[in-house]
T-cell receptor
């Protein structure tokens, strides 16, 4: 069974810092991996989607990488802003369902 | 193109009542997924449906829970005889193709169920 782990569980950084969020998964047989953002009491907003054949995807200040063989993905956020404060979730598509990590709660301090 | 719609956004039920949660996928999407997020926990898959078919219900509790996605109308997640432990946020997602095609999933805003 696929298990997804996100480290750290919480992260607090001053505004302007670059940061990396980590996601690891136990079964490398995946179709894709998707990073989401969730604000308190809200739904999920899709940030980046990486297909299993891809190594990375970029959108604005966000860059996500995927190393399927080692079961790892990272989300890099450049020049963090207070508006980036949220919980970040990674989800692995195993073909029949998405498996979610428990998320990293990010606080960017002005 | 409207996103995934869920209603109601908030639902309060007393123990023993029924809860019906509705999900309208994005236009052109025929694959729907339901997830549950318990307080302080991650999202857990419940069921994957395509029009008129249940594809995978391995995450659904064996009793009291059912889901459907009829030919016309929204997908419905039904919880009979609710208990306090059913209190959670229920999210629906949709995609244009099945997961084996590697599609992006789009999520609705969720329904927050509170059982008194």
């Amino acid at each position: 069974k696929q298990e997804v782990t996100q480290i750290p569980a919480a992260l607090s950084v001053p505004e302007g810092e670059n940061l990396v969020l980590n996601c690891s998964f136990t079964d490398s047989a995946i179709y894709n991996l998707q990073w989401f953002r969730q604000d308190p009491g809200k739904g999920l907003t899709s940030l980046l989607l990486i297909q299993s054949s891809q190594r990375e995807q970029t959108s604005g200040r966000l860059n996500a990488s995927l190393d399927k063989s080692s079961g790892r993905s990272t989300l890099y956020i450049a020049a963090s802003q207070p508006g980036d404060s949220a919980t970040y979730l990674c989800a692995v598509n195993a073909g029949n369902q998405f498996y979610f990590g428990t998320g990293t709660s990010l606080t960017v301090i002005p | 193109n409207a996103g995934v719609m869920q209603n109601p956004r908030h639902l309060v039920r007393r123990r023993g009542q029924e809860a019906r949660l509705r999900c309208s996928p994005m236009k052109g999407h025929s694959h729907v997924y339901w997830y549950r997020q318990l307080p302080e926990e991650g999202l857990k898959f419940m069921v994957y449906l395509q029009k008129e078919n249940i594809i995978d219900e391995s995450g659904m509790p064996k009793e009291r829970f059912s889901a459907e996605f009829p030919k016309e109308g929204p997908s419905i997640l039904r919880i009979q005889q609710v208990v306090r432990g059913d209190s959670a946020a229920y999210f629906c997602a949709s995609s244009p193709t099945g997961l084996a095609g590697g599609p992006e999933q789009f999520f609705g805003p969720g329904t927050r169920l509170t059982v008194l």
